[in-house]
């Protein structure tokens, strides 16, 4: 109104400047509002008229200014202020803000904050103003309640923690139960921690249900902190369980826990076919007792079991009954058997005689015996084909050839080789060769010669490792003498290093250290999904499992997704009258229903009908008008964006909103991805992993703005190793409790680690 008035003042004192000079002699408040019109500045009056010393506007760089300090724009103004209607004001004046509002009205943003810059405030938070599972945090420039992680206390009440998503839980996972609970409905206003039911021959550890073994071997059922019963063959002897033991002659049946005879002639055994120790007279093949046997010239003493010499004149002997005198069985040559004595050979016996009939050619043949000389009495060749190579038969007898009758030389010429070839009547016989070399090289020869001399030699290695390759001896791969020639933890075992870590039935040597074999297990965590550890091997949740005795409406056990969860469905002829077993393996009713199990995944019980779970539920927020109905649950939906719900520069991305152009928002992102200055960036981005021992960002690929920092090959240390993301100790210390290991140690999945590891 006041602005309104002076502007036509001021127009009619510039057109009668001249008329009224007075009039010109300008007020106070004319000089205000000509400087705030014409952005004068400096102007001075005293309250008299005329010039001089009191500013009544000016700049805020003008050091002198007293008065208003005129503006343009925010930027002209000091920090503090901003401007309004050509003058600077303060902000948050009266705790309110430049559009009004009053923060202290707002219980979240109770307190008027001036941004970074000093021209712009905003109602922010404070760090008690937030509530339950929200913090006061810088977001976009300004301080606002954000949602807090998972996990935080942030203000939620006693034994409660923040779920991450705006609530205050009693669990978000089974890592915030204690050990023998599991997490249920985790991060939702129904999460609660439930006591573990563990099966039998089972006890509740690490939030799941672990085998009675660790906690003392062999055991069978237990509570959380005694073993109970044994397995079949062992005794329950203060709280341990000790294996049974048998008579000499027995051996104890590991399945039933009972003692059996051993086998024949077994003194003792460990199995029905593994004797360990043979009565006398019987020794050990293969596990199995056989009559002894001795080498000959020896025979077997059935009363102390020994190998005695037989007599001299006998190749073979035996005793006919325990006690008794030897007797032949068998004799040397020259001698034969009569009846049980061994006599010596006479020429008869031989074959020979002791002279020849007139004509024929008598040969000496020996002598038998019993000291007869014996003779041939045939001629010895008849024509020379009787005769060997290298003779001829003249009268009845073979003799030499001479050297030319058999084609050789009894002499060579000086140029060739002499090789001697045979005997002749006439002296030595000579084949006469002139000498050609056999090989110049090696290559000449076959791959187990060596060229020498010309000549190609066959090559001979000495020692049980050494081989033929290539024209020369060489040591043979992997194979070994002796131990010294071996790893550590190896011994050399038939020509093989062999590894010796002393490991378990259920475990496997490598590299000095016992890992688990396949399929076996420690703890049910060791085994696969839908898996449970009985015994350390790892077998179908559903091993050992009675449905039919919890509830005979659902008999029929089916394994979960996760180790050791099962849970049990109803057959085609479980369920009682008027109910029917449905495909989820639930007993539904026939007609209508009364809850909302009787109905299939997808829909909800309303007026003893089954309908869509969607029906008259209203989706109130016009971003996410769409209402979907979960197909594998009953009474559960959600709601979903469409096309064109999200408004202008956002777009549906399957669910949620998205900006189109660069991101505000973490959720405007990939997963995988974060935003970072209106980008969308890999969530690792300016993300510095501080432990050496996990230096190592990972983005998670599920979610947004979420990282892990992970071990590498290298960074856990001496004595650690990376395993899946956590530095382990090397799996060297075994145990079974805390109890196993020293002070600074606690046992984790079988083995001894450093209390402040991962």
Not at 651 to 667: A, F, Q, V
Request: a negative charge.
């Amino acid at each position: 109104m006041k602005k309104a008035f002076l502007l036509p003042l001021v127009l009619f004192g510039f057109c009668c400047a001249e008329a009224n000079a007075a009039f010109l002699n300008d007020s106070e408040s004319f000089v205000i509002a000509r400087s705030v019109k014409l952005g004068d500045t400096g102007i001075s009056v005293s309250p008299g008229g005329g010039t001089g010393t009191k500013k009544l506007s000016c700049t805020a760089d003008d050091p002198d200014c007293k008065g208003p300090i005129i503006c343009k724009k925010d930027t002209q103004c000091p920090a503090g202020q901003y401007c309004k209607l050509g003058f600077c004001k303060p902000l948050c004046d009266e705790g309110k803000t430049t559009k009004g509002v009053k923060c202290a009205d707002i219980p979240r943003t109770p307190n008027c904050t001036i941004k970074d810059g000093g021209h712009k405030d905003y109602c922010a938070c404070t760090e008690t103003s937030c509530g339950e599972a929200f913090k006061c945090a810088t977001k976009d420039g300004e301080l606002q309640c954000v949602v807090c992680p998972a996990g935080e206390q942030c203000g939620c009440p006693d034994k409660k923690i923040a779920s991450g998503t705006g609530l205050c839980v009693t669990c978000n996972v089974d890592a915030d139960c204690a050990d023998n609970e599991k997490c249920v409905n985790g991060g939702k206003n129904s999460a609660y921690c439930e006591k573990l039911s563990c099966p039998d021959g089972t006890r509740p550890i690490n939030h799941g249900c672990g085998g009675c073994s660790d906690l003392t071997p062999n055991c069978e059922t237990c509570t959380e902190t005694q073993c109970l019963t044994c397995e079949p063959a062992y005794d329950l002897i203060d709280g341990k369980c000790v294996l049974k033991t048998c008579e000499d002659g027995q051996y104890l049946n590991m399945d039933d826990g009972k003692c059996y005879p051993c086998g024949t002639n077994c003194v003792k055994c460990s199995a029905a076919n593994k004797c360990d120790e043979c009565e006398t007279g019987y020794e050990l093949q293969n596990g199995v007792c056989v009559a002894k046997t001795c080498d000959a010239g020896y025979y077997l003493d059935f009363t102390t079991g020994e190998c005695l010499a037989c007599p001299t004149e006998c190749a073979t002997c035996a005793a006919p009954n325990p006690g008794d005198e030897p007797v032949c069985l068998t004799c040397p040559t020259g001698w034969h058997l009569s009846g049980t004595t061994c006599v010596e050979d006479s020429c008869a016996d031989m074959g020979l005689a002791t002279s020849c009939d007139e004509g024929k050619k008598k040969t000496p043949a020996g002598t038998a015996t019993n000291g007869e000389q014996c003779y041939t009495c045939d001629n010895e060749c008849s024509s020379n084909s009787d005769c060997d190579n290298g003779k001829k038969c003249e009268n009845g007898s073979c003799v030499l050839k001479s050297c030319a009758e058999m084609g050789y030389k009894t002499s060579c010429r000086a140029d060739q080789t002499k090789t001697e070839e045979a005997y002749g009547s006439d002296g030595v016989c000579y084949s006469c060769v002139t000498p050609k070399p056999q090989c110049t090289s090696n290559s000449d020869c076959a791959t187990d010669e060596k060229c020498t001399d010309g000549k190609c030699d066959k090559i001979s290695c000495s020692g049980t490792c050494k081989e033929i390759k290539n024209h020369a001896c060489v040591d043979i791969a992997g194979c070994c003498t002796g131990d010294s020639q071996c790893g550590k933890n190896e011994k050399c075992i038939d020509n093989k290093c062999e590894e010796q870590c002393g490991c378990k039935d259920f475990e496997y040597c490598k590299g000095g250290k016992c890992y688990l074999q396949a399929g076996k297990c420690y703890t049910t965590q060791d085994c696969e999904n839908y898996n449970k550890c009985v015994n350390n091997s790892c077998v179908d949740n559903c091993y050992g499992v009675n449905c039919a005795a919890k509830d005979p409406q659902y008999p029929t056990c089916s394994s979960s997704y996760q180790p050791g969860s099962y849970y049990c469905k109803c057959t085609s002829s479980s369920c009682k009258a008027g109910y029917k077993c449905s495909g989820g393996g639930t007993c539904q009713q026939i007609d209508g229903c009364s809850k909302d199990k009787d109905c299939n995944n997808g829909q909800k019980c309303l007026n003893k009908k089954c309908v869509d779970s969607c029906t008259n539920v209203e989706c109130k927020d016009p971003k996410f008008p769409k209402c979907i109905s979960y197909t594998w649950t009953t009474n559960r939906t959600a709601c979903y964006c469409t096309e064109t719900s999200c408004g202008a520069g956002y777009k549906c991305d399957k669910i949620y909103c998205k900006k189109i152009d660069g991101c505000d928002r973490h959720e405007d992102c990939d997963d995988g991805q974060k935003c970072l200055n209106k980008k969308c960036v890999d969530s690792c981005t300016n993300v510095k992993c501080k432990d050496p021992k996990f230096p190592k960002c990972i983005s998670s690929t599920w979610t947004t703005n979420r990282t892990a920092c992970y071990c590498t090959e290298t960074s856990c240390g001496e004595g650690y190793e990376c395993i899946s993301g956590d530095c382990r100790v090397r799996q060297t210390e075994k145990c079974k409790t805390d109890d196993d290991c020293s002070a600074e140690k606690k046992c984790s999945y079988g083995y001894c680690i450093f209390r402040n590891a991962k």
